[in-house]
T-cell receptor, first 112, second 119 residues
Framework: GNSVTQMEGPVTLSEEAFLTINCTYTATGYPSLFWYVQYPGEGLQLLLKATKADDKGSNKGFEATYRKETTSFHLEKGSVQVSDSAVYFCALSDRGAQKLVFGQGTRLTINP | DTAVSQTPKYLVTQMGNDKSIKCEQNLGHDTMYWYKQDSKKFLKIMFSYNNKELIINETVPNRFSPKSPDKAHLNLHINSLELGDSAVYFC??????????????????FGPGTRLTVL
């Protein structure tokens, strides 16, 4: 079946550091890929998405590129802020399946 | 405000009780979902309804019964609550977004969650 694997957390960085959170997936066909963010005490918000190979999703300084050859969708940000502290989820959606399969989440803490 | 809303936000109850969580979306979406997030933050889909019809039921105990009175509402009723049911339950709704060419994706919008604690 389809699955998503994220790097183990928690991840702790200093403000303005470079961030990478790794995500790899297993899926049949060509899924759409997503990063969701969950701030403390809140629901999930869509951060960025990519619907086909080589697409780059970007939002709020975060980027991720859909790499079919390595089945990866790593999240990056060049300079993190304290306000980026949250749990980040990588997810995929099968075409037609209408459900999201999530990775286990990565807790990110940014220290001032 | 346009959103996915859930009530209650917190629910504390005793083992063996029956409880319901309500969800409403005013985004005009046809598809709604229930997800369960465990204590380790792992998220898993439980149910999905499209236009009031059940389309996904992921090996959830039959103590859990979703009900969709109309396409804007998807409620979750849980019978005979157990300690292991303690979790955060998220409702979501979705629409299919055309991304250009023949590409499309399913964008899901989540509610704020209901934290259920079974004592």
């Amino acid at each position: 079946g389809n699955s998503v694997t994220q790097m183990e957390g928690p991840v702790t960085l200093s403000e303005e550091a470079f961030l990478t959170i790794n995500c790899t997936y297993t899926a049949t066909g060509y899924p759409s890929l997503f990063w969701y963010v969950q701030y403390p005490g809140e629901g999930l918000q869509l951060l960025l998405k990519a619907t086909k190979a080589d697409d780059k999703g970007s939002n709020k300084g975060f980027e991720a590129t859909y790499r079919k050859e390595t089945t990866s969708f790593h999240l990056e940000k060049g300079s993190v802020q304290v306000s980026d502290s949250a749990v980040y989820f990588c997810a995929l959606s099968d075409r037609g399946a209408q459900k999201l399969v999530f990775g286990q989440g990565t807790r990110l803490t940014i220290n001032p | 405000d346009t959103a996915v809303s859930q009530t209650p936000k917190y629910l504390v109850t005793q083992m063996g009780n029956d409880k319901s969580i309500k969800c409403e979306q005013n985004l005009g979406h046809d598809t709604m979902y229930w997800y369960k997030q465990d204590s380790k933050k792992f998220l898993k889909i439980m149910f999905s309804y499209n236009n009031k019809e059940l389309i996904i039921n992921e090996t959830v105990p039959n103590r859990f019964s979703p009900k969709s009175p109309d396409k804007a509402h998807l409620n979750l009723h849980i019978n005979s609550l157990e300690l292991g049911d303690s979790a955060v339950y998220f409702c979501a709704s979705s629409q299919v977004v055309l991304a250009g060419g023949s590409s499309s994706y399913n964008e899901q919008f989540f509610g704020p969650g209901t934290r259920l604690t079974v004592l």
